[in-house]
């Protein structure tokens, strides 16, 4: 079946860079999403990139696709404290579009 | 402004009881959904609704019931017969097929069974 696939955790020095990876199988993903969850809150979508896009670039953020791998990262320049939260990684599949979740990577960013 | 609201943030349950938890949305989405996190497991489907008065049974949808009586509302009743309750539950809605097809979420309901 469809599954997506992140590194638990990652740690990073404030001002860094920062990148999350993540893996998926179905190569009919047309939305492939990046959510951030704070402590104790809801999910908040970060981005998103279509699947004709190789790159897209928002502020900070910085969204790489390779289809021919299956591998979308997510690199987010110069890491503030206030950036540690869990990145989760989605893709819709099949024709109903249901999204399939990776497990979150959790982000803490040290001073 | 528009959003999800979910209700109660916190609830406490004692073991054999049925508790109901709310999600009301002002988006005018058709889709809604609810999920359970539990550490290390990332996000799992219990139940989703495409349209007002239908909805469908997730990946983990035993113990759980849901109506849909109108599009602002989907509630989710956690049932005595949900062996693991405690956990943390999100509420999210879609909008049409138009759009790119993200979620929108709620802020989470703690459910914590004693």
């Known amino acids: 079946g469809e599954d997506v696939e992140q590194s638990l955790f990652l740690s990073v020095r404030e001002g860094d860079s920062s990148v999350i990876n993540c893996t998926y199988t179905d190569s009919s993903s047309t939305y492939l999403y990046w959510y951030k969850q704070e402590p104790g809150a809801g999910l908040q979508l970060l981005t998103y990139?279509?699947?004709n896009m190789d790159m897209k670039q928002d502020q900070r953020l910085t969204v790489l696709l390779n289809k021919k791998d299956k591998h979308l990262s997510l690199r987010i320049a110069d890491t503030q404290t206030g950036d540690s939260a869990i990145y989760f990684c989605a893709v819709n599949a099949g024709n109903n579009r249901k999204l399939i979740w990776g497990l979150g990577t959790s982000l803490a960013v040290n001073p | 402004d528009g959003g999800i609201t979910q209700s109660p943030k916190y609830l406490f349950r004692k073991e054999g009881q049925n508790v109901t938890l709310s999600c009301e949305q002002n988006?005018?989405?058709?889709?809604m959904y609810w999920y359970r996190q539990d550490p290390g497991q990332g996000l799992r489907l219990i139940y989703y609704?495409?349209?007002?008065?239908?909805?469908q049974k997730g990946d983990i949808a035993e113990g759980y019931s849901v109506s849909r009586e109108k599009k602002e509302s989907f509630p989710l009743t956690v049932t005595s017969a949900q062996k693991n309750p405690t956990a943390f539950y999100l509420c999210?809605?879609?909008?049409?097929?138009?759009?790119?097809?993200?979620?929108?979420f709620g802020e989470g309901s703690r459910l914590t069974v004693l």
């Open positions: 609704s495409q349209i007002v008065n239908d909805f």
């Open positions: 990139i279509f699947s």
């Open positions: 999210a809605s879609r909008g049409g097929i138009a759009n790119t097809g993200e979620l929108f």
């Open positions: 988006l005018n989405h058709d889709a």
